[in-house]
Antibody, heavy 117, light 110 residues
Framework: QVQLVQSGAEVKKPGASVKVSCKASGYTFNSYYLHWVRQAPGQGLEWMGIINPTGGSTNYAQKFQGRVTMTRDTSTSTVYMEVGSLRFEDTAVYYC??????????WGQGTMVTVSS | QSALTQPPSASGSHGQSVTISCTGTSSDVGGYNYVSWYQHHPGKAPKLMIYEVSKRPSGVPDRFSGSKSGNTASLTVSGLQAEDEAEYYCSSYAGSNKWVFGGGTKLTVL
């Protein structure tokens, strides 16, 4: 069965960076793009960007360009999402999600990132 | 890109029907038949309920249906059940490998 398993919760100080992982299993890793979506407390879902596992190409929402980096490791079927220069408003649950037919059909369990001084 | 517009809340009695709207622009909802809907219970991962405007993934009850007219998509939940109470989000492909979500609608079953 398809599974996306994310790394555990993180607490970071403002200005630091955080890297969240998402390990895929149960399907052919290279066959589906993966996305990152976040949800800040009391807010809605926010699309952050997409990574093509085959070549590693990425596309980010304009809001995150220059501050977010998505990478992948095909040897472990894992994608990573790093957010730099963290701000208090980056406190959120971060999800990875697989896309099929341009819809997010499988999601990771979410990773809580707290930015606190 | 701007978020799609959803009503903050919707409600209906057990067994009744409710429709949630999702309004975008000709660059997203109106431009592609790639609107999807997600059910989100607190503390859990979102669940895909509708894709490509009106298609249901395997396992989703046929009480859930989707449609689109122009720049507005809609999700209808018929025969409301207690377990349908959740936050619902729409999403649309917006071209050039970009996606956008709606602000979410809290559905309450009375």
């Amino acid at each position: 069965q398809v599974q996306l398993v994310q790394s555990g919760a993180e607490v970071k100080k403002p200005g630091a960076s955080v890297k969240v992982s998402c390990k895929a299993s149960g399907y052919t890793f290279n066959s589906y793009y993966l996305h990152w979506v976040r949800q800040a407390p009391g807010q809605g879902l926010e699309w952050m960007g997409i990574i093509n596992p085959t070549g590693g190409s990425t596309n980010y929402a304009q809001k995150f360009q220059g501050r977010v980096t998505m990478t992948r490791d095909t040897s472990t079927s894992t994608v990573y999402m790093e957010v730099g220069s963290l701000r208090f408003e980056d406190t959120a649950v971060y999800y990875c999600a697989r896309v099929s037919n341009r819809a997010f059909d499988f999601w990771g369990q979410g990773t809580m990132v707290t930015v606190s001084s | 890109q701007s978020a799609l517009t959803q009503p903050p809340s919707a409600s209906g009695s057990h067994g009744q029907s409710v429709t949630i709207s999702c309004t975008g622009t000709s660059s997203d909802v109106g431009g592609y038949n790639y609107v999807s809907w997600y059910q989100h219970h607190p503390g859990k991962a979102p669940k895909l309920m509708i894709y490509e405007v009106s298609k249901r993934p395997s396992g989703v009850p046929d009480r859930f249906s989707g449609s689109k007219s122009g720049n507005t998509a809609s999700l209808t939940v018929s025969g409301l059940q207690a377990e349908d109470e959740a936050e619902y989000y729409c999403s649309s492909y917006a071209g050039s490998n970009k996606w956008v979500f709606g602000g979410g609608t809290k559905l309450t079953v009375l």
